[in-house]
């Protein structure tokens, strides 16, 4: 089992940054691929980014490809999402996620994920 715990969700200006973490206990932290999802109400839940289990291959959704950034530290068990130039379509509740084995490839669908968090509150003003 893994449980993971998100935080650094908060209001923020149209441009400005936020980092997010999502702190990993249980299993070996290492053994897993890892994701951020988000959601708005009346939306399906969509891929944000993916790693792979040691951090050397990433996945950045479309949207977010040149403003976001994804990365892991194995030896704190957290894995972070670097948000910069912030847009108010960025709103959303944003969670953490976990595969259960490890690859050495991102996965972007929800169901590849076996253990999610509660998730944070990101909202974007204009």
């Known amino acids: 089992q893994v449980q993971l715990v998100e935080s650094g969700g908060s209001l923020v200006q149209a441009g400005g940054s936020l980092r997010l973490s999502c702190a990993a206990s249980g299993r070996t932290f290492s053994s897993n691929n890892m994701g951020w999802f988000r959601q708005t109400p009346g939306k399906e839940r969509e891929f944000v980014a993916g790693i792979n289990w040691n951090g050397g291959s990433t996945l950045l959704a479309d949207s977010v490809k040149g403003r976001f950034t994804i990365s892991r530290d194995n030896a704190k068990n957290t894995v972070y999402l670097q948000m910069n130039s912030l847009k108010p379509e960025d709103t959303a509740v944003y969670c953490c996620?976990?595969?259960?084995?490890?690859?050495?490839?991102?996965?972007?669908?929800?169901?590849?994920?076996?253990?999610w968090g509660q998730g944070t509150q990101v909202t974007v003003s204009s």
């Open positions: 996620a976990a595969v259960g084995y490890r690859s050495n490839y991102p996965y972007t669908k929800h169901y590849e994920y076996h253990y």
